[in-house]
Structure formats: structure tokens, C-alpha cells
């Protein structure tokens, strides 16, 4: 007879399974932690190889002077420029996209038919999955010749081109989320504020927006994340000069970001590996690497708020 | 607040929520629709006899002899223009010494404009370049030619901004030999270059002939299906083993905590930082290639999409219903039993859900791939060569032929044809996805 048909187990048989199950166990977990730490050996390598220029190189000069000469000799690497270039175009596509993002939003759950809603979603999701090197080409192909030719601009590359067009992007990311959010606010807080005389206007901003307010937070900071870390289009759309543009407000001047520095530079990283250019690169990395988690750490405090308050109501 | 004034603007709420969903759509079709539209003008356009013959000498397509046939007869129509040029040259060497040199650079430039529309002439040696032996290709493109031939681009300063201007070349040749010339390339075009519609689904899978001044895009679609299915591959056993402990097996305690704000950490790490990190350790530090290949690109891609695959499984296996794995356990099933047998083929339609979502996002990331896989002008790789070799990508080598490549305006159907390619693989993937979601769902309802 085979184990598996008795019922009553010899002791030595329930220690085996017991070694047995416990090794499957601890195997599962093995494999979890590999995936799930992951993400600390990244951050442990962008770092290492990020020290040795802070080693030679003064933090507070890359961060606060102008001068970008990786070339030269000696090499100067005041990028300050590149950081506000990141800043700048950032800024604008989160102050476009979020606002039309969360009346997209507020239509979409509130205004249409639950049909045109069904019909939308899985759109918005096939938005969100174009990938990002299909509106840099868009930006520089389409984008900049108009800009240039039709709007009169002097280089049709620049911050407001990709601002623009990581605007689009961040959309559908910031669209889904919120609506999420809304939706997740409920029918009793609406019917209540209809049924004290409120228009829909005065609903929707008075009360559910309010509400939804969390939701709204996280769906912002995942667009600023997805601007920030953004490559290809702002390579391909924002011009990639080292410079700050005066006035500072000057979207029509071209800019360079942080990411775009990084994939421009790394061109020859095969030569270039143990050099200080090689190396500050990493370090913009690990400043990359350290706005994102701080960005996941608002985020998840954002949400653990929200469910404090929601136990406490 | 008055009652009218809270109408008023109630109503412009309304209408801006509207407008803010409108106007997303018409981007979203003022953007994909040209993409689309001149995307497959890769795949469908006019083609001109010098298509034909560069179809028949590097991929052996067509028919031979119809087109010696066709050939002789496209030449008898080029016959006047080569003899006009010809008789020019000589008529050129007559004319007064001021005469010739004001005419010499001109008649270059002419003769230089019609190679580049029909071809190296007959009797002169075959130029090295493969770009060179052909003519125009594209009816398109050779619409376009025939303005050089006809016009010189000159730049009028006179304003504040330059205007191009285009000046004929005509009048300058009026009364010589060349004159005819002009009034037979303008008219008679199609003679010169018989264009027929083609349908070119090869463009899919064929090479690329000198820098994609002809042929497909082959390699890069190969490339990118290597890229996604390795990064697939690693990626998969591990997320999937990781959602069946966190959701089976895991107790809520700090470890569980910590891990779980792990991959959530993961999830937000900026594409080009995993670029970075798939060079700095898996190149420069595991040394798993000499330089960048297949292999570590597919790696530092599998990266990117754990935490999407984790979650989707997680909540793929989260939704079988509680009684199922009651039931299992109740008839004596253990717990692994339990979780091969009852709840993974419960939960794998969902499970699959987020792999083919991964996989296009694979396919369609570039910055992971620039200094880990991808070479913007190469061969097919070979599956033996993985470990060793770089591959072109649809991803990369769109960004590479739009802003590096030496003709960037005379390739712009590959372009496009590339951007359209990818994004079409991208959205079938993902409208497998949301079949297989609809698919769930009505299971789930009963």
C-alpha cells in the first residue's frame, strides 16, 4: 500500500512530511525574499558605484553650480541645471495632467452612463500601456516641426513639448486611480448631499472629491513619479541643453533632465565604466532612486491615514 | 448663493469635466491615428520599379524575367535623359569660359538629383553602398526627389526668420541641351519609374539592408520578443511563488511587512535606474556577458515587471473563492495539494492576466535596455547567442532611427512602420488581457 491511501501514519512518516513541508516552506520564502530584496541590492549597487564620485567630488557643488564639463580636464560636474531642467518639466506636466486628470475623472464616474464607463476603463488601460517611446516619437516627429513651423517656436524641442507630452501620459494613470477613488467614495455620501439641495457641482466638490481625497493624493504623486522617472520622451522632446531658462518660467527654451543625462551619457558605458562620469551618472541615479521611495513613503502613509480615519468614522 | 449663479456654475462644471474627457480622447486619436495611418504605409504603399529589382537582387523575390522585361522598357524611357545629360556635358565644354563656370555647379547638382531619383546611371561602375545602386524605391519618395531635381532650395533673409524658397532650375538650362529634360522628369514620371501597389508583409520579418534603407525590421522584432519572453521566463516562477506566499503562507508580521513594502518599492523605481543596475551588477559585477546581450537585458526587464506580476497573482489567487480551498483540505488534501490542484487553476486565468500585461510592458520599455541589450544596427540573433550577443530592439531602434540614423527624413515609413508595429504588439497583448479579465469575471459571477 502505498502512504498516501492509510489515514494512520506511522510517527517516522509525520516527521518526514513534517521535514518535508517545512523545507517547501522555507523554499517558498527563499524565492519571496529574492524578489522581494530585489530592490534593496539595486539600491545597494546604484549607491556603490554612486560613492566613489561624492568621494572625490563635493556634493554640495553637483547639486548648487552650474557648471557641466564631464569632458574637461579636470571634469566639473555642477549640475544644477539638469536637476531644475527635471523640476521644471515635471512641475508643468503634473499642473496640466492632474487637473484634467481628475475631471476626466469626476465625468467618468459621475456624469456618463455606466455603459460609456464600461466601454471607457479597459481604454484608458490600453492608454496606459503605450509604451513611452511612441510619444517621444510622437513629440519629436509631430510635435516639435509644429511647434517650430506653425507656432513660430525657435526650437520646437523643449520643456513644454515634453511637459506636454508626459502630461498625456501620466493621464491615463492619473484617470484610473482617481476613479477608483471616487467611485470607492460611495452612493450614501452622494444621495445625501443631493437630497439636502446640493446641485452637482456643489457635490462633487463640497463632498466627494473631499472624500475621495486620499485616492486623489496617490493618484497624483504615482503621475509625478511616472514625469520624474520618465526617459525616452523627455530625451527625445526636451532639447537636452544644460541650461537654466530665463526667466525660469520659459518653457519654449529647451532643458535637460536628470534621466535623459543619464541614457544621453552612458553611451559609451563600456569605456567609460570606473570613470568620474561614469559615476556621477550613478549618483543622479541614487537621486532618482531616493525621490521615488520617498514619493512611495508619502504614499503609503497617505493611505494608512485614510484608514485610520475611516476605522475611527 | 443665489440659486441662478449655482446653475451657472454647476453647468460649468459640467461642461469642463466633459471638455477635460473629450478633449483626452481626441489627443489620444489626434496622436494614435497618424501613427497608425502612416504606420502602415510600411506594409502597403507604391512601389517603383527600382523596388522590384531591389526585391529580386538581395531576397530573390519576383520574376525574373517579367522584370528584364519591364527593365528594358523603363530604360528605353530613361534613354532621352541619360543621352540629354550626356550631349550637355559635351555641349558644356564648348561655352565661354564664365558660361561654363556659372553652369558646371548647377548641372552637378541636377545630375546629382537625378542618380538619387533613378539610379546610378548606365555604364558607370556600381557605387559600393547598396543605398546608391537603387533609385527611389517609393513612389513616395520619388514624388518627393523629383522637387531636387526640378528646384533649387534657396533661403529668403529678408524677414526676420529664413523662408525656404524654391527657385526652378529651368530657365537657367533654357535653350541648351538639358532643357527637355526637366518638362520629361515632370510629366512623365510614372514612365520613368512604373509605380504598382504593393503589399509588403515581409516587412515584418525581413532583414534590414543597410540601415534600414530597405528591407524590414526582422531583427528588431526578434530582439524584442527575445527580450520579453526571457524576462517572462525569469520572472514568472519567481512572482508567482512570491504571491503564493505572501497569500497562502505568510503571517502579517514585520518580516511579511517589510518584504511586502519591498515590492511596493520596486514598483516605483524609475526605469532608467533599473538600466543603471542591470549594468552595474549584472555586466560589470556578475560579468553574466562580456558586454551588453540578450540575457542581461532580459534580466534587468524581469526586474521591472515582478511587482506587476506579484500583485496580479496575489489578487488572482486572492479572488478563489474561500469554500474551494475548504472543500480540498476538508477531503484530506494537503496544503500543497490544495494550492497545485484547486486554487493555481482557480486563480491562473487571472494569474496569466498579468503576465501578458508584463509582457507588453517588457516589450515596449526602452531605458532598461539601453546599457544591458540593446545595438542599434545588427544582425538577427541567432537563439545560441543569447548569452554573447546584442540585439536590436523595436523600442530602441525607434529612438535610434529617428534621432541618430544619417537620413532620418528619408526613412520615415520605417519609422513609422516600427512605432506602429510595436505599439500594435503592445495593445494585442493587452486586449488579450482584458478578454481574459471579461473571461474571470463572468466565471466568477457563475
Given at each position: 500500500?502505498r502512504?498516501?491511501d ?5 510517527p517516522?512518516?509525520?516527521?518526514t512530511?513534517?521535514?518535508?513541508s ?5 523554499f517558498?520564502?527563499?524565492v519571496?525574499a529574492?524578489?522581494a530584496?530585489?530592490?534593496l541590492?539595486?539600491?545597494?549597487f546604484i549607491?556603490?558605484?554612486?560613492v566613489?564620485?561624492?568621494r572625490?567630488y563635493n556634493?554640495?557643488?553637483f ?6 564639463y ?7 560636474f ?10 521644471i518639466v ?7 495632467a ?6 476626466a ?7 456618463v452612463?455606466f455603459?460609456?464607463?464600461q466601454?471607457?476603463k479597459?481604454v484608458?488601460?490600453l492608454l496606459?500601456?503605450i509604451?513611452s517611446?511612441?510619444?517621444?516619437f ?7 516641426p509644429?511647434?517650430?513651423?506653425v ?15 508626459l502630461?498625456?501620459?501620466?493621464l491615463?494613470t492619473i484617470?484610473?486611480?482617481?476613479e477608483?477613488?471616487l467611485q470607492a ?5 452622494r ?9 452637482r ?6 463632498v466627494?472629491?473631499?472624500a475621495?481625497m486620499?485616492?486623489?493624493?496617490s493618484?497624483?504623486?504615482l503621475?509625478i513619479?511616472?514625469?520624474v ?12 541643453a544644460?541650461?537654466?531658462p530665463?526667466?525660469f518660467?520659459?518653457l519654449?527654451?529647451p532643458?535637460?533632465?536628470l ?5 544621453g551619457?552612458?553611451g ?5 565604466t570606473?570613470s ?7 549618483a543622479?541615479g541614487?537621486?532618482?532612486?531616493l ?5 512611495n513613503?508619502?504614499g503609503?502613509?497617505i ?6 480615519r475611516?476605522?475611527?468614522? | ?7 451657472i456654475?454647476?453647468?460649468c462644471?459640467s ?8 478633449a483626452?480622447?481626441?489627443?489620444v486619436?489626434?496622436i494614435l ?7 502602415i504605409?510600411?506594409?502597403?504603399f507604391?512601389e517603383?520599379?527600382e ?7 538581395q531576397f530573390g ?6 522584370l528584364t522585361k ?5 530604360q528605353k ?6 543621352a540629354?545629360?550626356?550631349a ?10 564664365q558660361?561654363?563656370?556659372a553652369?558646371?555647379k548647377?548641372f552637378q547638382?541636377?545630375r ?5 531619383l533613378?539610379?546610378?546611371e548606365?555604364?558607370k561602375?556600381?557605387?559600393a553602398?547598396t543605398?546608391k545602386?537603387?533609385g ?5 519618395r520619388?514624388?518627393?526627389k523629383?522637387k ?5 532650395v534657396?533661403w529668403d533673409?529678408?524677414g526676420e526668420?529664413?523662408?525656404k524658397?524654391?527657385?526652378?532650375r529651368a530657365?537657367?538650362?533654357a535653350?541648351?541641351?538639358l532643357?527637355?529634360?526637366f ?13 504598382r501597389?504593393r503589399?509588403?508583409p ?5 532583414r534590414s539592408?543597410d540601415?534600414?534603407f530597405f528591407?524590414?525590421i526582422?531583427?528588431e522584432?526578434l530582439g ?8 517572462m521566463?525569469?520572472a514568472v516562477p519567481?512572482g508567482?511563488?512570491?504571491a ?5 503562507y505568510?503571517?502579517?508580521g514585520?518580516?511579511?511587512g517589510?518584504?511586502r513594502t ?5 514598483a516605483?523605481?524609475p526605469s ?5 543596475f542591470?549594468?552595474?551588477f549584472f555586466i560589470?559585477?556578475l560579468s553574466?556577458?562580456?558586454?551588453k546581450?540578450v540575457i ?10 515582478l511587482?506587476?506580476?506579484i500583485r496580479?497573482?496575489e489578487?488572482a ?13 476538508s ?8 494550492i497545485?490542484?484547486v486554487i493555481l487553476?482557480?486563480?491562473?486565468p487571472?494569474?496569466l492576466?498579468g503576465i501578458?500585461?508584463?509582457m ?12 544591458t541589450?540593446?545595438?542599434s ?15 536590436p530592439?523595436?523600442?530602441w ?7 541618430e540614423h544619417e ?5 520615415r515609413h520605417?519609422?513609422?512602420?516600427m512605432a ?6 503592445v495593445?494585442a497583448?493587452?486586449?488579450t ?6 473571461r474571470?469575471?463572468?466565471?466568477l459571477?457563475?
Amino acid at each position: 500500500m502505498r502512504t498516501s491511501d492509510r489515514i494512520v501514519l506511522s510517527p517516522q512518516e509525520i516527521r518526514t512530511r513534517r521535514i518535508f513541508s517545512a523545507l517547501g516552506r522555507s523554499f517558498l520564502l527563499a524565492v519571496t525574499a529574492v524578489a522581494a530584496l530585489a530592490v534593496l541590492i539595486i539600491i545597494f549597487f546604484i549607491a556603490r558605484d554612486a560613492v566613489p564620485f561624492f568621494r572625490e567630488y563635493n556634493l554640495r557643488d553637483f547639486l548648487f553650480t552650474n557648471a557641466w564639463y564631464p569632458s574637461h580636464q579636470p571634469a566639473q560636474f555642477g549640475a544644477k541645471a539638469i536637476f531644475v531642467g527635471s523640476l521644471i518639466v515635471t512641475l508643468t506636466s503634473v499642473i496640466i495632467a492632474v487637473p484634467v486628470g481628475i475631471l476626466a475623472a469626476v465625468c467618468l464616474s459621475d456624469m456618463v452612463s455606466f455603459n460609456i464607463r464600461q466601454l471607457l476603463k479597459p481604454v484608458i488601460e490600453l492608454l496606459a500601456a503605450i509604451p513611452s517611446v511612441v510619444w517621444g516619437f510622437f513629440a519629436l516627429v509631430v510635435m516639435a516641426p509644429f511647434l517650430q513651423d506653425v507656432l513660430g517656436v525657435e526650437s520646437g524641442a523643449n520643456a513644454l513639448n515634453a511637459s506636454v507630452i508626459l502630461a498625456i501620459m501620466a493621464l491615463p494613470t492619473i484617470v484610473s486611480v482617481s476613479e477608483d477613488a471616487l467611485q470607492a467614495a460611495g452612493r450614501e455620501l452622494r444621495e445625501g448631499s443631493y437630497a439636502l439641495g446640493a446641485t452637482r457641482a456643489e457635490t462633487l466638490i463640497k463632498v466627494v472629491l473631499p472624500a475621495a481625497m486620499s485616492g486623489i493624493f496617490s493618484a497624483a504623486l504615482l503621475g509625478i513619479m511616472r514625469a520624474v522617472g520618465e526617459t525616452m520622451v523627455v530625451w527625445m522632446a526636451s532639447g537636452n541643453a544644460t541650461q537654466i531658462p530665463r526667466p525660469f518660467y520659459n518653457l519654449l527654451q529647451p532643458v535637460r533632465t536628470l534621466t535623459a543625462t543619464i541614457a544621453g551619457d552612458m553611451g559609451e558605458a563600456d569605456q567609460m565604466t570606473g570613470s568620474a562620469h561614469y559615476h556621477v551618472l550613478f549618483a543622479m541615479g541614487l537621486s532618482l532612486l531616493l525621490f521615488s521611495f520617498l514619493c512611495n513613503m508619502a504614499g503609503e502613509w497617505i493611505v494608512r491615514r485614510q484608514r485610520k480615519r475611516l476605522r475611527g468614522m | 448663493m443665489h440659486l441662478r449663479m449655482r446653475k451657472i456654475v454647476d453647468r460649468c462644471f459640467s461642461i469642463s469635466a466633459y471638455a477635460a474627457s473629450t478633449a483626452m480622447t481626441l489627443l489620444v486619436i489626434f496622436i494614435l491615428g497618424p501613427i497608425f495611418m502612416r504606420g502602415i504605409g510600411a506594409y502597403v504603399f507604391q512601389e517603383t520599379v527600382e523596388n522590384r529589382r531591389m526585391m529580386l537582387d538581395q531576397f530573390g523575390r519576383g520574376d525574373s524575367e517579367a522584370l528584364t522585361k519591364e527593365w528594358q522598357t523603363v530604360q528605353k524611357n530613361r534613354q532621352p535623359i541619360y543621352a540629354a545629360l550626356q550631349a550637355f556635358e559635351k555641349e558644356l565644354e564648348g561655352y565661354p569660359a564664365q558660361k561654363r563656370r556659372a553652369l558646371r555647379k548647377p548641372f552637378q547638382e541636377v545630375r546629382q538629383a537625378l542618380t538619387d531619383l533613378l539610379g546610378p546611371e548606365p555604364g558607370k561602375p556600381l557605387p559600393a553602398l547598396t543605398r546608391k545602386i537603387y533609385g527611389q524605391t517609393r513612389w513616395d519618395r520619388a514624388q518627393l526627389k523629383v522637387k531636387d531635381v526640378l528646384f533649387e532650395v534657396t533661403w529668403d533673409y529678408s524677414g526676420e526668420r529664413g523662408i525656404k524658397v524654391l527657385k526652378p532650375r529651368a530657365p537657367l538650362f533654357a535653350g541648351t541641351a538639358l532643357a527637355p529634360v526637366f518638362t520629361q522628369v515632370e510629366t512623365q514620371l510614372a514612365a520613368l519609374m512604373q509605380p504598382r501597389w504593393r503589399f509588403y508583409p515581409q516587412f515584418l520579418t525581413d532583414r534590414s539592408i543597410d540601415a534600414h534603407f530597405f528591407g524590414g525590421i526582422g531583427a528588431e522584432v526578434l530582439g524584442t520578443i527575445y527580450l520579453a519572453l526571457g524576462a517572462m521566463l525569469i520572472a514568472v516562477p519567481l512572482g508567482v511563488i512570491a504571491a503564493i506566499y505572501f497569500q497562502e503562507y505568510a503571517h502579517d508580521g514585520w518580516i511579511v511587512g517589510f518584504l511586502r513594502t519591498c515590492v511596493n518599492t520596486l514598483a516605483g523605481v524609475p526605469s532608467i535606474v533599473f538600466g543603471l543596475f542591470g549594468l552595474a551588477f549584472f555586466i560589470n559585477t556578475l560579468s553574466v556577458s562580456p558586454g551588453k546581450s540578450v540575457i542581461a537585458g532580459a534580466l534587468t526587464l524581469s526586474l521591472l515587471v515582478l511587482p506587476t506580476i506579484i500583485r496580479a497573482s496575489e489578487e488572482a489567487i486572492a479572488s478563489v473563492p474561500r469554500t474551494y480551498k475548504e472543500a480540498a483540505l476538508s477531503l484530506g488534501a494537503g496544503q500543497w495539494r490544495t494550492i497545485l490542484t484547486v486554487i493555481l487553476p482557480a486563480a491562473l486565468p487571472g494569474i496569466l492576466t498579468g503576465i501578458v500585461i508584463s509582457m507588453g510592458r517588457a516589450a515596449g520599455e526602452t531605458a532598461p535596455i539601453i546599457f544591458t541589450a540593446a545595438v542599434s544596427v545588427g544582425p538577427m540573433v541567432m537563439p545560441a547567442e543569447i548569452f554573447s550577443q546584442a540585439t536590436p530592439a523595436l523600442s530602441w531602434n525607434l529612438y535610434n532611427l529617428c534621432t541618430e540614423h544619417e537620413a532620418v527624413e528619408q526613412i520615415r515609413h520605417v519609422q513609422y512602420g516600427m512605432a506602429a508595429t510595436l505599439v500594435m504588439i503592445v495593445l494585442a497583448l493587452n486586449v488579450t488581457a482584458i478578454f481574459l479579465r471579461a473571461r474571470v469575471a463572468r466565471k466568477l459571477k457563475g
